[in-house]
């Protein structure tokens, strides 16, 4: 009986602590921080009891791993990404030191420079795996990417030609 009342807590907690995080990474695909690694973790948290998030867990790893990859691919595009971790990390910091500013607090600036961190270590990680793929000659991660958009773009096309034939 005990074993069985611990199962329930437990999925009844991860179901909660899933789902806050889910809305957590929602939200900051609007607000400063990384959602999709954000809704990823959220999904984590639910794949530990339920299987359908499981499946969700693996395509927001994908999403986030994807537009890292791709940032990394431009010189422009990772330069902003590390400047804006940096702004988000020194937000953060003013938003704990300066009491004016609106939503001050430890919290409020905590998040900021946690956000600002991930940010930073999502970006060398993807600029560190197009390193190690081109010093060993294979294709860099944004570049597997962009070969496995065109192959789902040509079996579209494909698709859409056949359907087209059989009308």
């Known amino acids: 009986?005990?074993?069985?009342?611990?199962?329930?807590?437990?999925?009844?907690?991860?179901?909660?602590?899933?789902?806050?995080?889910l809305g957590l990474g929602i939200a900051m695909l609007a607000l400063p921080g990384p959602g999709f690694l954000i809704i990823a973790l959220g999904f984590f948290i639910l794949s530990l009891e339920y299987e359908w998030a499981r499946h969700r867990f693996e395509q927001a790893r994908q999403k986030a791993a994807d537009l890292a990859d791709q940032a990394a691919a431009n010189p422009f595009s990772t330069a902003f990404t590390i400047v804006f971790g940096l702004g988000m990390i020194a937000a953060g910091v003013a938003w704990i030191v300066v009491d004016t500013l609106p939503a001050s607090s430890p919290w409020s600036g905590g998040s900021l420079i946690f956000s600002g961190l991930v940010v930073l270590a999502t970006m060398f990680v993807s600029l560190w795996q197009a390193r190690q793929a081109r010093e060993a000659g294979l294709p860099t991660p944004a570049e597997l990417l962009e070969q496995r958009e065109e192959q789902e773009h040509q079996a579209e096309e494909k698709r859409a030609r056949e359907h087209e034939r059989q009308r």
């Open 1 to 21: 009986m005990l074993n069985r009342s611990a199962r329930l807590a437990r999925r009844i907690v991860l179901t909660v602590l899933g789902l806050a995080v």
